[in-house]
């Protein structure tokens, strides 16, 4: 995995715009709400509403990552254990969803009520795939008023924007799960069920070694992708060199070759429902909204013996 040098926090310099107001931030995400299309804000939107009272910043960045949250964050952002703190520990599928009591109960730890706007972010080169579980999590249980930060803590950085040293310990909220939105997720009978379904769509987020089974890619001894099922690697969906995703005509052109239809259902997938969530956060972007995460992705399915694998392309 590529990853972000320590060098990048010195000393930085704000470059913020002019802020909006509280009630601005809640009308435009009211409007976003009604669409698919606003999944990602830009670290612009974020230094001009930073201060905004109804903000929620959170840090989800990778186990990986080469620096740590208390080296240095954006100004109030609290972190989140995307992993283990992320996770049920009770479910025998590792890094399962929490359930919804404990999701609230994380939530409000963070210092997030339902009407609080939460922009997520990660750091390294992953481009938002860590903060996409995060994003996918809220929507799942009902909060659309989330973004996701376009090249997170990198691009913030590189930009010459404040970094935080230190731990932010916010103020608990109250968070009530008051919806779960099923169709953005998907078990493991479903996934049995489209994998012979020519209408479903299943795409494997994770690197193409992964799909062919060149690469044991969750360690259990079972390699390759589930049958039927394409791949598009969730680092297709971005700039090579800035890591923030595609414009919008080259992410159309990424995806064109799955031959997509407005309101077809696609399954996502990948180890463990991480990669899945940014290919399915990009599918929103990009207007396809019948887009569910397989939650138990590979860790889950190969796991039963009994459930087939495929090798090649």
Same mark, same amino acid.
């Given at each position: 995995?590529?990853?972000?040098?320590?060098?990048?926090?010195?000393?930085?310099?704000?470059?913020?715009?002019?802020? $909006?107001?509280?009630? +601005?931030? #809640? /009308?435009?995400?009211?409007?976003?709400?009604?669409?698919?299309?606003?999944?990602?804000?830009?670290?612009?939107?974020?230094?001009?509403?930073?201060?905004? =009272? $109804?903000?929620?910043?959170?840090?989800?960045?990778?186990? %990986?990552?080469?620096?740590? %949250?208390?080296?240095?964050?954006?100004?109030?952002?609290?972190?989140? *254990?995307?992993?283990?703190?992320?996770?049920?520990?009770?479910?025998?599928?590792?890094?399962?969803?929490?359930?919804?009591?404990? &999701?609230?109960? @994380?939530?409000?730890?963070?210092?997030?009520?339902?009407?609080?706007?939460?922009?997520? %972010?990660?750091?390294?080169?992953?481009?938002?795939?860590?903060?996409?579980? &995060?994003?996918?999590?809220?929507?799942?249980?009902?909060?659309?008023?989330?973004?996701?930060? *376009?090249?997170?803590?990198?691009?913030?950085?590189?930009?010459?924007? =404040?970094?935080?040293?230190?731990?932010?310990?916010?103020?608990?909220?109250?968070?009530?799960?008051?919806?779960?939105?099923? /169709? @953005?997720?998907?078990?493991? /009978?479903?996934?049995? @069920?489209?994998?012979? *379904? !020519?209408?479903?769509?299943?795409?494997?987020?994770?690197? !193409?070694?992964?799909?062919? #089974? +060149?690469?044991?890619?969750?360690?259990?001894?079972?390699?390759?992708?589930?049958?039927?099922?394409?791949?598009?690697?969730?680092?297709?969906?971005?700039?090579?060199?800035? &890591?923030?995703?595609?414009?919008?005509?080259?992410?159309?052109?990424?995806?064109?070759?799955?031959?997509?239809?407005?309101?077809?259902?696609?399954?996502?997938?990948?180890?463990?429902? %991480?990669?899945?969530?940014?290919?399915?956060?990009?599918?929103?972007?990009?207007?396809?909204?019948?887009?569910?995460?397989?939650?138990?992705?590979?860790? +889950?399915?190969? $796991?039963?013996? +009994?459930?087939?694998? /495929?090798?090649?392309?």
């Amino acid at each position: 995995m590529r990853l972000l040098s320590a060098c990048l926090f010195g000393t930085l310099i704000w470059v913020g715009a002019a802020g $909006s107001t509280d009630d +601005e931030i #809640g /009308e435009t995400s009211a409007r976003s709400a009604q669409s698919n299309w606003d999944v990602f804000v830009t670290t612009e939107w974020l230094a001009s509403n930073l201060n905004s =009272p $109804s903000l929620r910043v959170v840090d989800a960045r990778s186990p %990986y990552s080469t620096t740590g %949250y208390s080296d240095g964050h954006i100004p109030g952002a609290a972190y989140v *254990d995307i992993w283990y703190g992320f996770s049920d520990p009770n479910n025998p599928v590792p890094l399962e969803i929490l359930p919804p009591g404990p &999701f609230a109960d @994380l939530m409000g730890s963070l210092g997030i009520d339902n009407h609080a706007m939460v922009v997520v %972010y990660d750091t390294d080169y992953d481009g938002g795939t860590w903060a996409a579980r &995060f994003w996918w999590a809220l929507q799942y249980y009902g909060h659309k008023n989330v973004r996701i930060l *376009d090249g997170g803590l990198r691009k913030w950085a590189l930009e010459g924007r =404040p970094v935080q040293a230190g731990v932010v310990q916010p103020a608990a909220k109250v968070f009530q799960v008051k919806a779960v939105r099923d /169709e @953005l997720i998907a078990n493991l /009978e479903q996934v049995k @069920l489209a994998m012979n *379904d !020519p209408a479903v769509v299943l795409v494997n987020a994770l690197w !193409p070694t992964c799909h062919t #089974g +060149e690469w044991d890619c969750v360690g259990l001894g079972r390699t390759g992708h589930i049958p039927n099922s394409v791949n598009l690697p969730f680092l297709a969906n971005l700039d090579p060199t800035t &890591f923030t995703i595609l414009a919008r005509p080259q992410l159309e052109a990424v995806w064109a070759p799955l031959n997509l239809t407005r309101g077809q259902q696609v399954i996502t997938y990948c180890g463990a429902g %991480y990669a899945a969530a940014f290919d399915l956060a990009i599918l929103h972007h990009l207007g396809h909204p019948n887009v569910a995460v397989y939650d138990g992705s590979l860790l +889950e399915w190969v $796991s039963h013996p +009994e459930l087939p694998l /495929e090798t090649g392309p």
